[in-house]
């Protein structure tokens, strides 16, 4: 069973840029796809994105676009998550998430399972 | 933009039955847009507890149980418990990779 394990907590000045790790272990990263979900302080959950190792590709939603990268490094089992440009309204847990990619059958799980653990991206003057 | 829209908030009784529901903004909500639902308490990351419209995570108790009713996807907890009070989310697939979370809702047993 794959577990997540994503870096600490960071404090980050407006305008600035912020890259957050989650380590994968049970199993390698090009069986998934790399999610990350937002959640800013009392409010719900917020899709950014997707990376899929297997083929190389990302999508991410529109409010993110220009303002987010995802990648992995298969190597070390260890998927990112760039946002740059940072504003206060970017305070919140950012989590990671997976969801399973069957190269052989060509078809995704559509459901996210694992999560990481989250991590607290405060942006403060 | 797409909005998936949740009920805020529902109270339950304990033993009770509730209906929570996950609708698009524009059009309906069908088996293809593989909808999941996740529960999560504070602090915590959600949790997995419905996929693929009417599947149980593993380990999830059998009073969970998804469907599609009308046009939205819909979570029921029959027989609810204390432990059972927390926000849900559902997700839905939107097609060429993206993914959309609903709004989230609070469900208190009292």
């Known amino acids: 069973q794959v577990q997540l394990v994503q870096s600490g907590a960071e404090l980050k000045k407006p305008g600035s840029s912020v890259k957050v790790s989650c380590k994968a272990s049970?199993?390698?990263?090009?069986?998934?796809?790399i999610n990350w979900v937002r959640q800013a302080p009392g409010q719900g959950l917020e899709w950014m994105g997707v990376?899929?190792?297997?083929?190389?590709?990302?999508y991410y939603a529109q409010k993110f676009q220009g303002r987010v990268t995802i990648t992995a490094d298969e190597s070390t089992s260890t998927a990112y998550m760039e946002l740059t440009s940072l504003r206060s309204d970017d305070t919140a847990v950012y989590y990671c998430?997976?969801?399973?990619?069957?190269?052989?059958?060509?078809?995704?799980?559509?459901?996210?399972?694992?999560w990481g653990q989250g991590t607290l991206v405060t942006v403060s003057s | 933009q797409t909005v998936v829209t949740q009920e805020p908030s529902f109270s339950v009784s304990p033993g009770g039955t509730v209906t929570l529901t996950c609708g698009l903004s524009?059009?309906?909500?069908?088996?293809?847009?593989?909808p999941s639902w996740y529960q999560q308490t504070p602090g915590q990351a959600p949790r997995t507890l419905i996929y693929?419209?009417?599947t149980r995570s593993s380990g999830v108790p059998d009073r969970f149980s998804g469907s599609i009713l009308g046009n939205k996807a819909a979570l029921t907890i029959t027989g609810a418990q204390a432990d059972d009070e927390s926000d849900y989310y559902c997700?839905?697939?939107?097609?060429?990779?993206?993914?959309?979370f609903g709004t989230g809702t609070k469900v208190t047993v009292l």
């Open positions: 693929n419209t009417n």
């Open positions: 524009s059009g309906s909500v069908s088996t293809s847009y593989h």
């Open positions: 997700a839905l697939y939107l097609g060429v990779g993206i993914f959309v």
């Open positions: 990376f899929i190792p297997f083929f190389g590709t990302s």
């Open positions: 998430a997976l969801y399973y990619y069957d190269s052989a059958t060509y078809s995704y799980s559509y459901w996210f399972d694992p």
């Open positions: 049970g199993d390698t990263l090009s069986n998934y796809a």
